[in-house]
């Protein structure tokens, strides 16, 4: 299943967001995309739902469609919050 099967909202009880249902204590996320990339809607969606359950986020947006340039910049802003 790809990862937008996973979180995109239809509806339907999503397998990720039963997973941070299910999960007592959440581990730190860092979630990324770029503001003209097809996942960008969920992905904030998600970073809300997460925010609501108390889980811990660092997310970072740039206006990049699903390229390797911004993953590239997402790797290394990722890198320097270790």
Known sequence: MSFKGLI????????LYRLIEDT????KFYITCG???????????????LQSHDAE?????????HEWAFWDISIRNFLELL
Do not use: C, W
């Open 24 to 27: 007592k204590k959440l581990p």
């Open 8 to 15: 995109e909202s239809n509806g339907e009880d999503l397998e």
């Open 57 to 65: 986020v660092s997310d970072f947006y740039d206006e990049y469609d």
């Open 35 to 49: 503001t003209k990339d097809f996942l960008y809607q969920e992905s904030v969606k998600f970073v809300e739902y």
